[in-house]
């Protein structure tokens, strides 16, 4: 929707869209009330069709897919022989096709892995990047879920699937900080995303369009950028494949055991990792949540380096690394926010510092306040109640 007036492009794997449309803060709230929409047809889109494809799709899976009723939304990964995330699938079914829908980029290496692995499989695979969109809101789109060409996948973070298992300190999801998140993703034809970029499209098409005659945006909804939905999932403490993932990082590490992984299915690639870390090990890293101190006037960037701080500002320039920075937002309730990966064993109280820069040209050094999202316990006594305890409001 980059043609819209006043959008902005987004940056890194959002570039192809819009960050925002001119008012980010606005938009954000928007977006949290249920009354804006997220243009995200830079997602990549691949269909699985044919009498096999759930059962075909179950043996490749790490998660439980054979008996996927028509409509049910889930998460599931496509892992490497070490059990390291390859891909990250939305997935849902409408009773003749699964629809997979993945990050910016990655449909076309999807599609081709999917084509050399059939077989004899009866299922026909098709890259339809390009051609279906996706469209993301907080809310259910009145009207939209009665159309027979659009798809919805509603995400199930943070609730616990068949056969998954929370890797947090307090497992009752209830008490999970982001209990009250909602996601939704609508697949439609692109051009009804088009024609929702069109002011025009409060109202209904014209006599001579093929488009159906509720294809518009709800009276009261309107449009928000990458930059409000960024900020509301980094709130939600829910991971980004290719943000939050680096080529090292199994499901374990950024709690995707919970909704992407089924514990007690049967063999698939990867499946001896997973086992072999939930049952007897800890993984070596962890997924952190970061309250960020917002009396600067520009943010941290992904790949700043997290250091626990040092008894001296001396020291901070050369103190050795205890993680990454994955993600960054500002939230229009909490201020600047962000996600990181972090060894397993840094003290999950030890006040830290965000280092930007480099020796040449400067540091930066932001402090950030860190809360546990993944247990540095979890592997051996996960689930142990501990006090998932949320700072500020979200």
């Not at 300190?169 to 209990?179: G, I, L, R, Y």
């Not at 199994?250 to 299915?265: C, G, M, Y």
């Not at 040209?361 to 996960?382: C, I, K, L, N, R």
């Amino acid at each position: 929707m980059l043609s819209v007036p006043g959008a902005v492009a987004g940056n890194g794997p959002d570039a192809p869209v819009a960050a925002h449309y001119g008012q980010p803060t606005a938009e954000q709230r928007a977006l949290e009330a249920g009354t804006a929409v997220v243009d995200l047809s830079h997602r990549g889109v691949v269909t699985v069709s044919g009498p096999d494809r759930l059962t075909w799709l179950h043996v490749l899976t790490s998660q439980k897919l054979d008996r996927l009723a028509p409509g049910v939304s889930t998460e599931t990964l496509f892992l490497d022989v070490q059990g390291r995330i390859e891909f990250d699938c939305h997935l849902v079914d409408d009773g003749a096709t699964t629809w997979l829908t993945v990050e910016p980029e990655e449909n076309a290496g999807l599609a081709d892995w999917l084509q050399k692995m059939k077989f004899a499989s009866r299922v026909e695979i098709a890259d339809r990047t390009g051609e279906i969109a996706v469209v993301g809101s907080t809310a259910a789109v009145p009207g939209w879920d009665e159309r027979e060409d659009i798809a919805r996948w509603e995400d199930p973070w943070p609730q616990i699937g068949e056969g998954g298992f929370p890797y947090t300190d307090d497992p009752d999801p209830a008490q999970h900080p982001a209990a009250d998140w909602s996601w939704n993703e609508y697949l439609m034809p692109i051009a009804v995303l088009e024609h929702l970029a069109d002011p025009s499209s409060r109202a209904t098409p014209s006599e001579d369009s093929a488009l159906p005659e509720d294809t518009a945006l709800p009276e009261g909804w309107t449009l928000a950028g990458t930059m409000a939905s960024e900020a509301l999932r980094i709130a939600a403490l829910r991971p980004r494949h290719g943000m939050d993932t680096d080529e090292r990082t199994i499901p374990h590490e950024i709690d995707l055991v919970r909704t992407a992984v089924h514990l007690e299915k049967g063999c698939y690639k990867g499946q001896e990792t997973i086992a072999r870390v939930h049952n007897l090990g800890r993984p070596p890293r962890r997924l952190t949540f970061l309250q960020l101190d917002g009396s600067g006037h520009t943010l941290p960037v992904p790949g700043a380096d997290v250091i626990v701080r040092p008894e001296s500002e001396a020291e901070a320039a050369t103190a050795r690394s205890v993680g990454t920075v994955t993600s960054v937002a500002q939230h229009h309730e909490m201020g600047p926010i962000a996600l990181a990966i972090l060894k397993r064993n840094t003290d999950p109280a030890a006040e830290l510092l965000l280092r930007d820069g480099n020796a040449e040209d400067g540091w930066s050094f932001t402090a950030a306040t860190q809360e546990t999202v993944v247990s540095p316990q979890a592997g051996q006594v996960v689930g142990r109640q501990s006090g998932f305890i949320r700072k500020g409001a979200r």
